[in-house]
């Protein structure tokens, strides 16, 4: 059975850094697309960044410059680096993959992870 796990969230003072990973275990073919998405209290769940199998990125527009994602395929795993941040970047943090189960198959299924919390203190 596939999973995504994420690790790494945590308590950050305002300005701080923090890094959170997600990492897929399980059968499977391989990974295409992943991305983090974050869900502030009380708000709707928003796009942070994407990442393609190639290493191409895309970020939200208002995150550019703060905050880096990567992936390490060897590794089956991806990761956030966010510096510098803000306490409106409190939110939980999930990672979101297509995934192929075989090499058979034409389409990839998506998965969730079940997400970190990232507090960050004023």
């Known amino acids: 059975q596939v999973q995504l796990v994420e690790s790494g969230g945590g308590l950050v003072q305002a300005g701080g850094s923090l890094s959170v990973s997600c990492a897929a275990s399980?059968?499977?073919?391989?990974?295409?697309?992943m991305a983090w998405y974050r869900q502030p209290p009380g708000k709707q769940r928003e796009l942070v960044a994407s990442?393609?199998?190639?290493?191409?990125?895309n970020y939200a527009d208002s995150l550019k410059g703060r905050f880096v994602i990567s992936r390490d395929n060897s590794k089956n795993t991806m990761y956030l680096q966010m510096n510098n941040l803000k306490p409106e970047d409190t939110a939980v943090y999930s990672c979101?993959?297509?995934?192929?189960?075989?090499?058979?198959?034409?389409?990839?299924?998506?998965?969730w992870g079940q997400g970190t919390q990232v507090t960050v203190s004023s």
């Open positions: 990442i393609s199998n190639s290493g191409s990125t």
């Open positions: 399980g059968t499977f073919f391989d990974i295409g697309p």
């Open positions: 979101n993959a297509g995934i192929r189960p075989n090499r058979w198959s034409s389409r990839f299924r998506d998965y």
